[in-house]
């Protein structure tokens, strides 16, 4: 199991910001890496990942509010996050996994393989 440390999650008043950050352990050399988010009560969603090609997919509620982005030297990426919300408020995890040909593509799996323990943030009025 590839250890990926998550960090910077607490607490921000709304409109506030914070930068989530996780480092892949050992030499990992993720193609696919990024982070999501489960609120209870709610089905697991996207927050922002890496693809295969070094594009970033972010979810659809971002709306510009975060940005995703990666030193390689340390297989390290960040998540700054501006003018957050009360409905941000969630325990994020960062997750990776290699790319492989899945189907006639090479892409990221559906399912990442590797995922951390979770970071809570908490967003309130």
């Known amino acids: 199991q590839v250890p990926l440390v998550e960090s910077g999650g607490g607490s921000v008043q709304s409109g506030g910001s914070l930068t989530l950050s996780c480092a892949a352990g050992?030499?990992?050399?993720?193609?696919?890496m990024g982070w999501f988010r489960h609120t209870p009560g709610k089905q697991r969603e996207l927050v922002a990942t890496?693809?295969?090609?070094?594009?970033?997919r972010y979810g659809n509620y971002v709306g510009g509010r975060f940005t995703l982005s990666r030193d390689r030297a340390i297989n390290t990426i960040y998540l700054q996050m501006n003018d957050l919300r009360l409905e941000d408020t969630s325990l994020y995890f960062c997750?990776?996994?290699?790319?492989?040909?899945?189907?006639?593509?090479?892409?990221?799996?559906?399912?990442?393989?590797?995922w951390g323990q979770g970071t809570w943030v908490t967003v309130s009025s």
């Open positions: 050992y030499s990992s050399r993720f193609e696919c």
């Open positions: 997750a990776a996994d290699y790319a492989a040909v899945l189907g006639m593509a090479y892409r990221c799996p559906e399912n990442y393989k590797y």
């Open positions: 890496y693809d295969h090609n070094g594009q970033i």
